[in-house]
C-alpha cells in the first residue's frame, strides 16, 4: 500500500501511553482487562493492536479516550496527545479534545448508525458539538467527508438501510474523520464484511489516514488484517503489551513465545502444513496471580516466570517485550523439547 | 464407489411467492451438483461470500429445508421419500456442526446433556456405562479433556471448548458426513488451528467426510482437498484446493484470492481500484451473474450462462474465458476432484 519506511524513527510522538490500567470492579473483585500498557504512537503511524477475546483490547480502546462506562474503571497511567494529559484534562476540554484530536471508530459502528437520521444528520452532529457552522459550510464539510472515504455527496441524504455494509462502514469513518483528528482508533472496522469489501474500507481508512497525516491505532483480533495494514504492532495478552515492535521485524522474528505461537497457528496459503493451534486458555483476569499471565500454556516457562510479572524491555531496536527470556537470550529460541504445540 | 450424499441439480428459490408477489424472488443456489462418495474420505470446502447460497447448501444437504426443483439423496434415496428408518439412518450419519457455538447449548443444562441425548435417541450404547465411555473417548478425540469439560455448564467453557463439544457430540453419532458450517468463524485464531485440526483428524483416522463451509479460503486451503467457490448461488470455480487457490483461473476467485488479508509482508495487497462488489449492477446479465463486476467481461458473458468450462483435470471454471476447454458433461463439480474416479470421456487428460 505504501513504502514500508513511510513513518521514520525520528518522527515525532503524537500519543503517548504511559502505565495505563483499566480495571471492571465486581463483587468478587477487580477484573484487571487493561494492566500497565506503556506505548509510543508517531505521527502518521499506523499502529495494530491484537489480541483474542478478552485480552483488553476493546476496552483500552475506549478507555483511551474515556468512553469507558462502569463498571470499567480508569485505575492510573497517562495517555498524552500534545502534552496534555487526556486523564486529566476537564470533562469540557475532553469533549474538544474528542473528534477534533483523537477520534474512535468503535466496534460495530455500521450498525450503530442511526437508523432514523440521514446520514447528512449524522455526520453534521459531530460538527455541531464542536460550534456552529453556517449552513453552506456544513454541507461543504459533509461532501467533502464522504468525498475523503469515496462516497458521492447525493449519499449524504440517504437514510442507513440504503446503504450496503461497506458503505456503512465507510461512512462510520466519514463522521470519525470530519474534524481531522490527529489520531484514529479504529476498532474491528471491518469485521462483519466479507474479504473484497474489507480490502476497499482498509484502503479508503490508509488513504483517509494518508491525506490527514494522522495516526492510526488498528484495533483486532486478525493478525493477517493488521499485517496487510499496519507498521507496528503490539501483542496484548491477559491485559497486557507482551510485544511492540515494527510490524515485519515482530512477524519475522517473533521474540515473546505467544506472538511466536500465534504467528505459527495462522494459516497461510505458503503450502499446506499440519495446523497448530496454542494449548490451553487465556487466565481468567480476576485476581489473576503475580507472574507472567501466558506462563500455564507457555512451553519456555521456567521458575521464575510463574512469581514475578516480567516487565517490558527493549530486545531489539524499536522491538519491546515482556518475557523473563530476555536479556538472556537474544532472540526466541526453539522450543524445548517435548512441549511442541502439537495438540491432538 | 456408490454416492454417499449427493446434491443433484438442487435449485432454491426464495420469495417470490404471497398474493401480491411484491419481492423479487431470490435464487440463493442455482441447479448445483455435489457428490460425496462412501468409501472415499475427502473434505470438500465450499467458499463463497455472503449471499453466496452457501448455507442455503447446508440446509438442503441436512434436509431442513426443501429443494426447490432438483433433489438431495442419500445412499441413493431422496430425503423427502425416507422411510423412518432411512431418515433415522440420515439424521445419525449426516452430523452437522453450526457456526455458533453459544447458541447451540441450552444454558440451564451441563455439557453432558448436549452429549447424551444422541446417545439416546440413536440408542448408540446398550449402557450407561458403555455411553459414558463413548463420551469421553469422543472427547478426547478431539483434544478435551473429559474431567474439566463433563459437569460444567456452558458458560464456564470457552467458545473454542463448545465448538469443540459440539464436534465429539456430531463424532459419538459415528457420522459419514460431518457437515461444518462456518464452525470456527467465531473462535479466536489461536483456538481455530485446534478445531480444524480435530476435523481433519477425524476425516483422516475415522474414515469421515467434511463438507467445509466457510468464507475463509485460507483455512479451506489448508484442510480440503477441494474447493467449491460460490458466487450468487452458482459455481464459479471448483476442483483440488491446491488448483484453485495457487493458480485461480475465475475472475472472482482470483479477486477473492488477492483480497486475503494474508500475515505475510511479502503478499500485500495492492492498491488498485476494486470492482464495487457490493454495488447493485447497473445492468442486467441474462448470462454470467459475475459479469457485473468482472473485469474481463465480453459480450458472451452478458448473453448466456457460462458452462463449466474444464480446463485442468482437477478444475472446472464457469467462464468463457477457457472457451477451447471441454465442457463438464454434468452438473456435478466432484468429477473433478482430486481423488474422483478417472476423467470422464471427453474430458482432457
Not at chain 2, 457428490?35 to 467458499?47: E, F, K, L, N, Q
Not at chain 2, 509482508?265 to 462488489?277: A, I, K, N, Q, Y
Amino acid at each position: 500500500m505504501r513504502p514500508n519506511d513511510a513513518v521514520g524513527p525520528a518522527a515525532e510522538p503524537v500519543l503517548q501511553v504511559e502505565d495505563f490500567a483499566v480495571y471492571y470492579d465486581t463483587p468478587r473483585g477487580p477484573v484487571k482487562a487493561v494492566d500497565g500498557v506503556t506505548f509510543a504512537l508517531r505521527a502518521g503511524e499506523r499502529l495494530g493492536l491484537i489480541g483474542e477475546s478478552g485480552s483488553g483490547k476493546t476496552t483500552m480502546g475506549t478507555a483511551l479516550l474515556r468512553l469507558n462506562r462502569p463498571p470499567a474503571r480508569i485505575v492510573r497511567g497517562r495517555v498524552l496527545l500534545n502534552e496534555r494529559d487526556l486523564l486529566a484534562v476537564p470533562e469540557r476540554e475532553l469533549a474538544r479534545m474528542r473528534l477534533g484530536e483523537i477520534a474512535l471508530v468503535p466496534q460495530g459502528a455500521m450498525n450503530a448508525l442511526n437508523p432514523v437520521m440521514r446520514i447528512r444528520d449524522q455526520i453534521e452532529d459531530g460538527l455541531l458539538a464542536h460550534g456552529q457552522l453556517p449552513k453552506r459550510e456544513l454541507a461543504e464539510r459533509v461532501a467533502h467527508a464522504l468525498a475523503r472515504v469515496g462516497l458521492p455527496p447525493e449519499l449524504a441524504d440517504r437514510y442507513p438501510h440504503e446503504l450496503s455494509g461497506g458503505q456503512k462502514q465507510r461512512v462510520a469513518i466519514a463522521i470519525a474523520t470530519v474534524l481531522s483528528p490527529r489520531v484514529i482508533v479504529a476498532d474491528e472496522p471491518t469485521s462483519a464484511l466479507d474479504v473484497v469489501v474489507q480490502r476497499q474500507v482498509m484502503l479508503t481508512l490508509g488513504r483517509v489516514q494518508e491525506g490527514l497525516g494522522a495516526a492510526v491505532i488498528l484495533i483486532g483480533h486478525d493478525m493477517g488484517l493488521i499485517a496487510q495494514f499496519a507498521d507496528t504492532v503490539g501483542v496484548l495478552y491477559a491485559g497486557r503489551l507482551v510485544e511492540h515492535g515494527p510490524i515485519d521485524d515482530v512477524l519475522a522474528a517473533p521474540r515473546h513465545p505467544y506472538t511466536r505461537m500465534l504467528v505459527d497457528s495462522l494459516p497461510t496459503l505458503e503450502g499446506k502444513r499440519e495446523l497448530r493451534g496454542i494449548p490451553g486458555l487465556p487466565p481468567p483476569l480476576l485476581n489473576l496471580p503475580p507472574g507472567c499471565p501466558f506462563a500455564p500454556r507457555c512451553p519456555y516457562a521456567f521458575d521464575r516466570c510463574v512469581g514475578e510479572t516480567p516487565l517490558p524491555q527493549v530486545v531489539a531496536p524499536g522491538q519491546r517485550v515482556a518475557c523473563h527470556l530476555y536479556p538472556s537470550h537474544a532472540e526466541l529460541p526453539p522450543p524445548p523439547a517435548a512441549a511442541g504445540a502439537r495438540l491432538g | 464407489m456408490a454416492p454417499l450424499l449427493e446434491l443433484r441439480d438442487v435449485t432454491k428459490v426464495y420469495g417470490g411467492g404471497g398474493l401480491l408477489r411484491r419481492r423479487e424472488p431470490v435464487v440463493a443456489l442455482d441447479n448445483f451438483s455435489l457428490t460425496i462418495d462412501d468409501g472415499r474420505a475427502t473434505i470438500t470446502a465450499v467458499a463463497g461470500e455472503s449471499g453466496s447460497g452457501k448455507t442455503t447448501l447446508a440446509h438442503l444437504a441436512l434436509g431442513h429445508v426443501a429443494p426447490t426443483s432438483g433433489a438431495v439423496l442419500y445412499r441413493g434415496r431422496a430425503l423427502d421419500a425416507m422411510s423412518r428408518a432411512e431418515r433415522l439412518q440420515f439424521r445419525r450419519e449426516v452430523q452437522p456442526v453450526f457456526q455458533d457455538p453459544f447458541a447451540a447449548f441450552n444454558p440451564f443444562y451441563r455439557i453432558d446433556h448436549v452429549l447424551t441425548m444422541p446417545i439416546e435417541r440413536f440408542r448408540l450404547a446398550a449402557s450407561a456405562r458403555e455411553g459414558r465411555r463413548l463420551i469421553v473417548e469422543a472427547l478426547e478425540m478431539v483434544g478435551l479433556r473429559p474431567q474439566e469439560t463433563l459437569g460444567r455448564f456452558p458458560h464456564q467453557l470457552s467458545g473454542g471448548q463448545r465448538q469443540r463439544v459440539m464436534v465429539a457430540r456430531a463424532l459419538l453419532c459415528r457420522p459419514k458426513v460431518i457437515l461444518a458450517d462456518e464452525p470456527v468463524s467465531m473462535v479466536d485464531a489461536s483456538l481455530r488451528a485446534t478445531i480444524l485440526a480435530s476435523l481433519q483428524r477425524l476425516n483422516r483416522e475415522l474414515g469421515i467426510s467434511v463438507v467445509y463451509i466457510t468464507h475463509d479460503l485460507t483455512t479451506a486451503y489448508q484442510i480440503s482437498d477441494d474447493i467449491v467457490v460460490l458466487y450468487r448461488g452458482s459455481v464459479a470455480e471448483a476442483g483440488s484446493a491446491e488448483q484453485v487457490i495457487q493458480k485461480p483461473k475465475h475472475p472472482y476467485t482470483r479477486l477473492l484470492v488477492s483480497s486475503i488479508p494474508l500475515p505475510d509482508r511479502g503478499r500485500r495487497w495492492t492498491g488498485e481500484d476494486l470492482p464495487d462488489v457490493e454495488a447493485p449492477a447497473a445492468r442486467r446479465s441474462a448470462g454470467c451473474k459475475f459479469a457485473p463486476r468482472c473485469p474481463a467481461a465480453m459480450d458472451v458473458c452478458w448473453a448466456k450462462p457460462p458452462p463449466l468450462f474444464r480446463p485442468d483435470d482437477h478444475r472446472v471454471a464457469s467462464c468463457f474465458l477457457y472457451p477451447d476447454s471441454p465442457v463438464l458433461d454434468s452438473n456435478d463439480v466432484a468429477r473433478v476432484f482430486a481423488g474422483a474416479p478417472v476423467a470422464t470421456a471427453g474430458a482432457a487428460q
